[in-house]
Every structure is written in structure tokens, then in C-alpha cells.
Nanobody
Framework: QVQLVESGGGLVQAGDSLRLSCAVS????????MGWFRQAPGKEREFVAA????????VYSASVKDRFAVSKDHAKNTMYLQMNNLKPEDTAVYFC??????????????????WGQGTQVTVSA
């Protein structure tokens, strides 16, 4: 019903910036509370950032706060994750996700119903 496709990942140097995109398709007649997660090799998927359905409020994990910023272009049905001052520890596959029924913010993997396939971000030292 809802498809999410991430893009914008790549190989960058520490201190560089990247902007990830998450295109929403299939069902675009409603807004969704959305979030970004990441998963490094050998680690569980962890929360990065999220906003509510109206995109009026957002939250960030302590590890990315003040460096990352989430936003949404409603006209393009696209969510973004602006990543600045990237560090090697930011290396991971980044996933975007959407909540189907709740409009509030969630930082839990279990709080999301739709997921993209992920885009690789690699930060070299």
C-alpha cells in the first residue's frame, strides 16, 4: 500500500555532509508520522530521528542531535535527513519508516509499519 525508497547514501570523508531522501509512493493521500533509523554491521537497528504526522515536532537521538536534521517536502511526498559533520561511527545502512495509524512521534522500531530497503552511508576517517 505504501512504498518507501531511500536514496542519497554513499562514501564520504569525516566532516562531510550528505542528504538522504525517502520517496513515498503508493498511497500519498495522507500524511504519516515518519522516522529515520540506521543499522551498522553486527548491531541492532537504532533510532536516528523522527517527526509527527504534521511534521511540526521532531526528535533526535543523542548521538546525532545538533548534526542531523529531518524535514519533509509535502508537495514531493519526500522526507529528508540532512546529515552534517559526519563521523565514522555514523557508518550504517539508513532506513526511512512510516507509521500507519498513529500520528505521534515514535523512536521505537516496533512503532513503524512501513520500511524502505535502506541506503548505505560510509564515512571514512
Amino acid at each position: 500500500q505504501v512504498q518507501l525508497v531511500e536514496s542519497g547514501g554513499g562514501l564520504v570523508q569525516a566532516g562531510d555532509s550528505l542528504r538522504l531522501s525517502c520517496a513515498v509512493s503508493g498511497r500519498t493521500d495522507n500524511n504519516y508520522a515518519m522516522g529515520w533509523f540506521r543499522q551498522a554491521p553486527g548491531k541492532e537497528r537504532e533510532f536516528v530521528a523522527a517527526f509527527d504526522r504534521s511534521a511540526q515536532f521532531s526528535v533526535y537521538s543523542a548521538s546525532v542531535k545538533d548534526r542531523f536534521a529531518v524535514s519533509k517536502d509535502h508537495a514531493k511526498n519526500t522526507m529528508y535527513l540532512q546529515m552534517n559533520n559526519l563521523k565514522p561511527e555514523d557508518t550504517a545502512v539508513y532506513f526511512c519508516a512510516a507509521r500507519a495509524t498513529e500520528e505521534t512521534i515514535s523512536s521505537m522500531v516496533s512503532g513503524y509499519d512501513y520500511w524502505g530497503q535502506g541506503t548505505q552511508v560510509t564515512v571514512s576517517a
